[in-house]
């Protein structure tokens, strides 16, 4: 490990994911207590939104992670990073997708001021989760494809559009299953 910056080695490829993992593991711990301390069993679709959450957090998570890695010139654990991010946002997609097509989709209830606020964030949330999947892949493309001056200039808008969605996103669960 290079103890100057705190960062592991180039032959450490686990380093960010680990980091990433053990952070969206304690958010799933934390935020599943009530469902498993309760006298009943949780059912799958009290946990998929859950594991969702978990998912698109540790996306998150990877995402600064590869932001801060570049920032510090550390190419390596950037394209890792990034790598992983996209792997978590692609099973975040896939579950959501068979929760919604099992499940269907979960109204909000509550009235008042939250109504519009929700809507407001659901809308911006979804126009701009739809908009980042194309980003996201090209901007690795263009990574992958050692194209770094295109890829930085797509990463610029990717990079703030995807973490606004992770945040929402959290938001989004918080104000349907927790309030």
Known sequence: MNTERGIPSARSPLGPILVAVAAGGAILILLSWPLFSASVAPSLEDVLPLLNTSLILMSGACLVLGRHFIAQGC??????????????AALFLIVYVTR?????TKAFTEQGWLRPFYLTILTSHTLLAI????????ALRRALKREFLKHRRIA???FPFWLYVVLTGWVIYWMLYRL
């Not at 919604?100 to 269907?104: D, Q, S």
């Not at 908009?131 to 090209?138: D, F, S, W």
């Open 75 to 88: 190419v390596i654990h950037h394209k890792r990073s990034m790598i992983t991010a996209a792997v978590f």
């Open 100 to 104: 919604w097509a099992t499940f269907g």
């Open 131 to 138: 908009a980042i999947v194309p980003l996201v892949l090209i």
């Open 156 to 158: 610029r808008w990717t």
